[in-house]
């Protein structure tokens, strides 16, 4: 199982790489073959969809846990009726997800009858169809890959979902490069989903010998289940908030211009967010055997600083590139008309890096069942920041809800967050952050060194220019962070990386 945990993380970088690769090379042919008004309807309309995705109600989390923890036990019987009970209520959501969708269809005038014109609202219809269709189909079949992952078969999982991102722009690309639009785009997109998700029925089925059975459950457990799912389904909703409402706002107030401008900033940080939860999102059913052998504040917290500094190497990285060399390469690939998408991502970013560096105290609290006090929190923070970034959106446009949302993200995840880590689960915050500020120095180095070099040497923007900055300055980041930052269990993962690929390559 520890070669499933190891390669399951090492398959997530290698699924965010296929994101990333795939997004550099096919997002830059597809704005241009759609076209920034059609880009900016495609992504509105996806962002409004997305909005069905939060009636999963946090179950599929749910699921990893409650399946997780009666593994240690061994009962299987009682892991049936689990199933069972799971597989019913997705298939119930199935059944209001196309209530609900079919409602947002009705007033898709409404909504946006003021800024999409007859051709926008009438392929905005279409997809709108299409995407309650899938969410429909995909919700009971979730069940599947939340087991999966409860089991801890992440290799299975992880190839999977590669396979999804790098056959989805294979096919297609050349249905756009013949004049197909956005709902062709959507066409594929379903068909992908549905495909992946009946690979892991197969899986279940034949390698982990699951059963579904009808159990009699005992009202307590069932409201034990239902406040776990209650907070899981609230982050789903904030996080939503957090970064499909800026969209939504946009589309009401400024078109599909503003909405694609947007877009391009959010695909940014999907990715910023991606290499964070490539470590966290394996750390489940792992925090959640821990907590039920009894571990204490002292084993959460060095776990928590463990990963914390592995993520914070990672993101510390990302976000120091785009500070340096974001403006650039946005002009390079998407062209001159989303330039103004770089200051959006680079306030979001920071917005975000106490919450991705620390990412792992939420598995931590999934797995002691003590999620309210931050969903709480977070919920608070994302209702305000829907009404300023409305105020703020009239004013700046997609810049506005960027502020809005990185101080809403800076207060709740960041300052209030950290208080309760601290005073209620244990956990050493302050032995935390000294670990982090002690690895620092290294991005502030590289960013001194090359605002130094930029003060003396102007370069054009060209791609072999942007290739040898990046690389430079990947090395130079490098070299420092591994001299001046890293412990030696990390020197040793490098290590033992580069003699693997060195071996690899002989």
């Known amino acids: 199982m520890r070669n499933q945990l190891k390669i399951g993380a090492l398959l997530s970088y290698v699924n965010i790489i296929a994101n990333v690769v795939i997004g550099l090379v096919y997002t830059p042919v597809m704005l241009r073959l759609l076209g920034q008004a059609e880009y900016g309807l495609y992504s509105l309309i996806g962002s409004v969809m997305a909005y069905l995705s939060i009636l999963d109600m946090g179950l599929g989390n749910t699921i990893v846990r409650y399946i997780a923890k009666n593994r240690a036990t061994g009962d299987k019987k009682f892991e049936a009726e689990l199933n069972g009970l799971f597989l019913s209520i997705y298939s119930v959501i199935g059944v209001i997800t196309v209530i609900i969708g079919s409602i947002l269809y009705l007033n898709i005038d409404n909504m946006f009858g003021a800024t999409l014109s007859s051709d926008e609202l009438s392929k905005a219809r279409i997809m709108m169809i299409m995407l309650i269709f899938n969410f429909a189909i995909c919700f009971p079949l979730t069940v599947f890959a939340s087991l999966i992952q409860a089991y ?102 400024s078109g599909t ?100 560096v620390q990412n792992a105290g939420i ?42 949302t990185a101080i809403a993200l800076l207060i709740s995840t960041g300052l209030i967050m950290n208080r309760y880590y601290y005073k209620r689960i244990g956990i050493d915050i302050p032995l935390f952050w000294k670990n982090i500020t002690h690895m620092m120095p290294s991005a502030f180095i590289l960013i001194a060194l090359v605002e130094l070099f930029q003060m003396n040497v102007s370069l054009e923007y060209s791609w072999l220019y942007f290739v040898i900055k990046v690389f430079v300055y990947s090395l130079i980041y490098a070299v420092l962070m591994y001299c001046l930052a890293m412990n030696g269990y990390e020197k040793n993962l490098c290590r033992s990386a580069i003699c693997k690929v060195l071996r690899m390559n002989k």
């Not at 694609?260 to 059913?285: D, E, K, R, T, W």
């Open 152 to 253: 801890e078969r992440f290799i299975f999982l992880r190839v999977i979902n590669i396979l999804r991102v790098v056959l989805n722009p294979i096919i297609a690309l050349p249905f756009l490069l013949i004049g197909y639009g956005s709902i062709m785009l959507v066409t594929v997109t379903t068909i992908l989903n549905i495909s992946a998700l009946l690979m892991n029925v197969y899986y279940c089925f034949k390698y982990l010998d699951i059963h579904f059975a009808r159990g009699k459950f005992e009202k307590a457990f069932l409201y034990e289940v239902a406040g776990y799912a209650f907070f899981i389904f609230l982050n789903a909703v904030m996080d939503k908030i957090y970064w499909e409402t800026g969209q939504f706002i946009l589309g009401m107030i």
């Open 257 to 356: 211009i503003q909405v694609a401008v947007y877009a391009i900033a959010m695909q940014f940080m999907q990715m910023y967010m991606m290499f964070s939860n490539a470590i966290s999102g394996v750390l489940l059913p792992k925090v959640t055997m821990m907590v039920a052998n009894g571990a204490n504040s002292r084993d959460l917290t060095n776990l928590m600083i463990k990963i914390g500094r592995l993520q914070y190497i990672i993101i510390s990285y990302i976000l120091v590139m785009f500070f340096l060399v974001g403006k650039e390469f946005i002009h390079l690939w998407a062209g001159e008309n989303y330039l103004s998408a770089y200051p959006m991502i680079l306030i979001l970013m920071v917005g975000l890096l106490i919450a991705l």
């Open 363 to 404: 598995s931590i609290l999934q797995a002691m069942n003590l999620n309210r006090y931050r969903m709480t929190v977070y919920t608070i923070a994302a209702v305000i920041n829907i009404f300023t970034s409305v105020i703020l959106a009239k004013m700046y446009g997609g810049l506005g809800c960027a502020i809005s």
